[in-house]
């Protein structure tokens, strides 16, 4: 895994400042490539490469050219399938240099053009440069695993972009804060489609292709789906994938919790390992068995298990955190933690990411069904008038808005809108009463787009309220919440970390698979049990799902009170201008309890707002924040 930076210009001239402005974008990602960094630029494009050398770790230094050196590239991530790839273009003749799958992007594209692309079966995102039609790329993989950031600007028709937004802001760009998609953050707790927080810089979307020409604009096209998904089973579809996920020229190990997706991807894995495999594990929140469990299922598969727990300088290290993730996240800390513990003994991961999405595992799923059988039983008109007749009863009944039992009834009332019921399942909360509650002027004096409003746009058009949900989840929050994560804090720590679930070959089989099959009886994961039944002993097919949680409330309080005494001070609250004092100040002295989780979420990414401002505004180096 690797950082990229870089340009493609128009006008642009080399200078004596070129080189400094590189290595100026590269100091901010180093972090995602400690073993090495490459430089490469001529009159309209300049490539900056930060190398985590895990396959062909003595030849595979980057930018790569192709040996006439008319074709440069810049990559992050991993093409699972280039050792086939390349036994096909040997045989069509190309001259390879290396054994790293890097050079499978220049021989594909040479061979194929950029619509071959839809031949890699991996996580990547690269900037390839044709100097021969001066023409650059920069594309991502089709789910989204691995990030790309760009700003365009098109007065000089130049493209600016990096691994991370910061690499982009270190090229001289300066960038405010979006407010709409602050909005956007306080009710997703992630950011939706190709926003960032930074105004102007955007996300490159999942299978996107962007095409920079010199004597045009931009243009976008998508990677070509893949060929028609197999008939294997699904077991074995599943066992496939992990061995590919397994290739590297260093040892590869695996987070380990004590469920039944990780298990999973150990067991198969496990198989590839000429030693017991090293298995990561996090100990925290309200469930101490959860870290028993995974100690346990290590026994179990006979692997090695290394327990990592929270360590109590949270409130120290939340800067630093919130400057690597690039926008305030809830759930970050146990992935971050959870890095720390896996890189001190292996360069390369799995993580069990992915399964509860691909085989409908998580409570939405369930209630979503629940819902889609009482909207058949009983009459809309009474499920409208219970819900919409009760829910500002209970609202009277707590002191702070967007209570659990308000939300329950509003869903009850909005049976049959499931892209709606959706948002309340996920706690979106939009609405111009609460808007006025929330915010301060800077953000109530800007268009904000209603939340609500935006996954009813986007939500796929199914019949099934169960596989809309989840194709929306795969689109949306798995790739701008989960992945991101998952990126930015392994990458933090110079870990590459792989999941074998997010993988589109075997997304398309299971596809194939009906919700009914998949759900039986409304059954979370009901077919993944039974079809991991062969590798799994029953006592961990059979545990009830846990995670890795955290009383929101109590964790606040111990862990973030000092800092928020600063940074949620009515001074920094009127300095920035975001918030609403009484607001904040009404979560703050509330008694704490576990059913206010949501409201100290929404406290919590205030918080990071507000230093996201001093770090990315005003320029203060997170080392110099302190509680």
Known sequence: MCGIAGWFSSKYNITVNTTHQLRAMLQTIKHRGPDGEGLWFDNHAALAHARLSVIDIESGQQP?????????????????????????????????????????????????????????????????WDSEIETGYLVRDPLGIKPLFYHYETEDNSIIFASEAKAILASGYHAALDSNSLHLLMNYRYLPGERTLFSGIHQLAPGAVLIWNRESAITQREIPPPNS???????????????????????????????????????????????????????????????DNATRTAQLLGVKNYRGTIHTRVAQSLPQLIYHLEQPKVNAWQVLQLAQ????????????????????????????????????????RLTQGVGLGLAPLAAKMERLPWSEPERALRMLSQLGNWPHVYGLLRNVWDSPTLRRQIYGPRVLDQSLTNAFELIEQNWPNRADPVIAANQYEWQNKMVNDLLWQEDRCSMAHGLEVRTPFVDQLLASNVAQHGRDQLMPQRKNKGFMREMVSPLLPTEILHRPKSGFQVDAATFFHQELNNLA???????????????????????????????????????????????????????????????
């Open 64 to 128: 790569l050219a192709t040996l006439d050196k008319k074709i440069q590239l810049i990559y992050n991530g991993e093409i699972y399938n280039f050792r086939q790839l390349r036994q096909r273009l040997i045989h069509a003749g190309y001259p390879f240099q290396t054994q790293s799958d890097t050079e499978i992007i220049l021989a594909v594209y040479r061979h194929y053009g950029w619509q071959g692309f839809a031949k890699f079966r991996g996580m990547y995102a690269f900037a390839l």
């Open 341 to 380: 513990v896996a890189v001190k003994q292996v360069k390369v991961a799995l993580s069990g990411v992915g399964g509860d999405e691909l085989f409908y595992g998580y409570n939405l799923h369930r209630l979503l069904a629940q819902g889609e059988q009482i909207h058949q039983w009983l009459p809309q």
């Open 229 to 291: 998904p197999s008939s294997a089973n699904l077991l074995d579809s599943l066992s496939e994938t992990v061995a590919l996920h397994t290739a590297a020229d260093v040892e590869v190990g695996a987070y380990l919790s004590g469920g039944i997706d990780s298990a999973t991807i150990v067991a198969l894995a496990a198989r590839h390992q000429a030693t017991p495999m090293k298995t990561f594990t996090l100990a925290i929140g309200d469930d101490p068995d959860e870290a």
């Open 565 to 627: 005494d600063i940074w949620l001070s009515e001074e920094q609250i009127a300095k920035y201008g975001l918030f609403n004092p009484q607001f904040v100040n009404s979560i703050r002295t509330a008694k704490p309890k576990k059913r206010l989780r949501w409201h100290y979420f929404m406290l919590y990414l205030m918080l990071g707002t507000h230093l996201w401002l001093a770090i990315f505004e005003e320029g203060v180096s997170p080392s110099e924040i302190h509680n």
